[in-house]
Structure formats: C-alpha cells, structure tokens
C-alpha cells in the first residue's frame, strides 16, 4: 500500500486479532498505512461510508457482476475519487477469498489476467498489482463515469435499502423455495448495485416500498371484512 500511495487500511476480524507487531516488523519502516488501520467486525461495516467498492476476485459465478481488470478498475476508481466520492477495493483472506455475500456488496469485480497455467496469486501480489495501476495511472485519469452532482449512496445505504426490499419480498412469499432466498438475494442486490443508484434514489426507492407494502396490507384489509359468499 505504501509504495503505491494507499494508506487508509481497513481489516474485518484479523485471524490473529490486532494490532499484531509482526505487521509492523515485516513493514520495512511503511508504518503509516498500520499506525491509522481500522478495525470492524464485518464487510457491511468497513466498507458502509464507501460510494463505489470493486471486489479483488475470481469471478463469482453466483453473480452477474462487470468484470473488471485492475488497469479498468482503477480507472474507474480515480474518476470516481476525483469527484468527491469515497472508494474502495474489497480483497479477501489469503486462503479463503471473499464470501458471496461479501461480494454482492460491490459494483464490480476486479480480477487479474494471468497465465492460466499457474494461477496462484497470493493476497500481498494482488494488493501490489492493483495499487500499482491505480498509482501509475493517476497523472493520466479517464473522463467522469458519474453523474456530476448527483453521488451515489453510501453502501451503508444500499444495504439498508437492499434488506428493506428483501423483508417485504419475504413477506409476499416471493423467495420460493426457501432453501434458494439467500441466492436470490444476493443475486438481486448484484442488479441493482449496477445502477449506481444516488442518495436521493435511494430514499426514493424505500419510499417506494413502504407505499407498495402499505397498499398491500389495505387490500388483505378489504379483502378480510370482504362478505364470505
């Protein structure tokens, strides 16, 4: 992060708790990106005053996310920024990678064209590969890919909107079968990240919902002093 002019570190649940002064030993003296680390306890939480959050990963299947190179996504990332909105890229536990869930979170997914060959990629080389593009490109920034005026939502806002539409779905039974609702979900919320919705959208659309569940509740209202034939 360091070499490359990145400094705001958040880490979700450290395996081995933190602070952790191995960190700062393997730093080699890169100690201001350690020094000023947030901790949360979920993705949801660290990325929630985040505008436009990209994924580092193998391209999910569950999700039908744009897939992005890092050379495009930091493109993408430095215009964004350069309009005031806040940023971020999602990387995952070495072993593991980033859950689905986690995932369905963000705009896109940034993953690194490689030999096929030999796919392994460690954690520490894709975070060097993606701050790599994002630093070299940074005298050179693509035109506004976002509607002047108008930021997006923070996902803390997204994700409020996306479990208000998801509460009223599950109470109209739309997620059937049941053992397929969280799928759907997370296929749902990939849709709609696409669009990039504003604050303002946003407020719009959960106003939207209230009134559609409101009238919902009128006609089984009517329908329950309806006279039984």
Not at 21 to 49: F, K, T
Request: aromatic share 6%.
């Amino acid at each position: 992060m360091a070499n490359f002019g990145l400094s705001d570190l958040r880490l979700v649940n450290p395996r081995d708790g933190w602070p952790q002064d191995r960190a700062w030993a393997s730093a080699s003296g890169a100690d201001w990106p350690l020094d000023n680390a947030q901790l949360h306890h979920s993705v949801a939480e660290a990325i929630a005053d985040l505008h436009v959050v990209y994924a580092s990963t193998a391209r999910p299947r569950e999700l039908q996310l744009p897939l992005l190179t890092p050379r495009a996504a930091a493109a993408a990332l430095r215009s964004a920024s350069a309009e005031g909105l806040k940023v971020g890229l999602l990387f995952g536990g070495e072993r593991a990678g980033l859950e689905t869930a986690d995932i369905s979170l963000c705009q896109a997914v940034v993953t690194i064209p490689i030999d096929p060959r030999f796919r392994s990629l460690n954690l520490a080389q894709a975070v060097a590969v993606c701050g790599y593009e994002w630093w070299t490109g940074l005298s050179d920034a693509p035109p506004p890919a976002f509607r002047p005026g108008a930021p997006p939502a923070t996902t803390d806002a997204l994700r409020g909107f996306y479990e208000h539409l998801e509460r009223e779905l599950e109470a109209s039974g739309f997620f059937h079968p049941p053992e397929k609702t969280p799928g759907m979900g997370q296929n749902l919320r990939a849709a709609l990240g696409r669009a990039h919705f504003t604050d303002q959208e946003v407020r719009t659309l959960r106003g939207v919902i209230t009134a559609l569940s409101r009238g919902r509740g009128k006609v089984l209202e009517k329908l329950a002093k309806a006279p039984k034939p």
